[in-house]
C-alpha cells in the first residue's frame, strides 16, 4: 500500500513539474527569424486571433511540452485531430479546469485559453 502511494505521489509531482515548466513566457531561440519554412508557418496570421493573440505561440510556450510541439502528443494526448472530438467551448473547460492528468490553471488569460481553444478546435 505505501508503494502504490509513493508511486502516485511521484506521478502527480512529475506531472506538476512538467506543467510548470510551460509557463515561460520569455522568448527563446525558437523566436528567430532566420526565415525557414516551418518558421514562416509558426508566424502564420491563421493563428493569431481577432484580438491580436496568437495562439501557436502561447501552446508552444505552455502546452508542447506535453502535447508535441507539433501536436502530436508526447506525455499528454495527441491533438492533431482534437477539433474532431471536441468544441471549443469543450476545449475551453479542459484548459480552464484540467482534465485527467492535466492540471487545472496551465492557461489563466481567458483571451489566451479563447483563442488556444479556437485555434486547436480547427484541427480536425
Partial sequence: MKLKNLLLALGLGTTLALAACGGSDDSSSDDSSSGTKEETKMNDDSSKT?????????????????????????????????????????????IKNGKGQMPAG???????IMA???????KK
Fill in 50 to 94: 481577432q484580438s491580436g493573440v496568437d495562439a501557436e505561440k502561447i501552446f508552444a510556450n505552455n502546452c508542447a511540452t506535453c502535447h508535441g510541439k507539433n501536436l502530436e502528443g508526447n506525455v499528454g494526448p495527441n491533438l492533431t485531430k482534437v477539433g474532431s472530438k471536441y468544441s471549443s467551448e469543450e476545449i475551453q473547460k479542459i
Fill in 106 to 112: 496551465i492557461l489563466k488569460d481567458d483571451k489566451e
Fill in 116 to 122: 488556444v481553444a479556437d485555434w486547436l478546435a480547427a
